[in-house]
């Protein structure tokens, strides 16, 4: 799994365990629900500036986000 599908899996991840809609979650960080949802496919490959304001949005560590689980 390359790193832009970790990030999918996590932003997915964490967003659904903090009960949040894409569109919350996309009104947070300031981007498109269109734009969030690619990168929840892993259609869209997130910029270090666009991971930094995703994490924000989800009350994370930025690290998290790209971290593989078990690791």
């Given amino acids: 799994m390359d790193l832009k599908e970790v990030m999918a899996v996590n932003v997915r991840r964490i967003r ?3 009960q949040m809609t894409q569109e919350e979650l ?3 960080a300031g ?3 269109r734009y969030v949802g690619a990168i929840e496919r892993a259609n869209k490959s997130a910029s270090v500036t666009i991971l930094g304001r995703i994490a924000e949005a989800l009350g994370v560590d930025p ?3 790209i971290k593989r689980l078990g690791d």
């Fill in 16 to 18: 659904h365990d903090k």
């Fill in 26 to 28: 996309a009104d947070r």
């Fill in 31 to 33: 981007l498109s629900a």
């Fill in 63 to 65: 690290a998290v986000l």
